[in-house]
């Protein structure tokens, strides 16, 4: 299936959606399937993408010291098994996290729970 017109053979391609096949001039290439659509069909739910989450990245970060985890969703992790392998992982340490500090600019005096918002010379 070629695209385009008598005039110009080469200008556009169809849409390789299976109850589509319009011709496209301005195509997309799919991330994941690597298969041309048109306009309607372009996104991974309108074509049923198998490779839906090739590119899909997720990061969550621990509550018990900050840490960002990156996933890539691929085999089906959920956040919960994530936290918990990280967790279970030794590298999970409560003094790594981060203390609020004081908002104001070279202010470096760690905000609790009396001073949630300015420290006391900062105000």
């Not at 996933?71 to 967790?87: A, C, M, N, P, S």
């Amino acid at each position: 299936m070629e695209g385009g017109t008598e005039a110009f053979p080469d200008l556009g391609k169809h849409c390789q959606h299976v109850d589509c096949n319009q011709l496209d001039f301005l195509p997309f290439t799919c991330q994941g399937c690597r298969q041309v659509f048109c306009l309607e069909h372009r996104s991974y739910k309108s074509h049923d993408c198998p490779k839906s989450d090739h590119n899909s990245r997720k990061v969550v970060v621990c509550e018990i010291c900050s840490m960002s985890i990156e996933t890539t969703g691929h085999h089906g992790e959920d956040e919960k098994d994530l936290i918990e392998r990280h967790d279970k992982s030794g590298d999970c340490d409560p003094k790594k996290k981060k203390k609020p500090t004081c908002p104001v600019r070279r202010c470096k005096e760690v905000l609790t729970f009396s001073n949630t918002s300015t420290c006391k010379t900062c105000q």
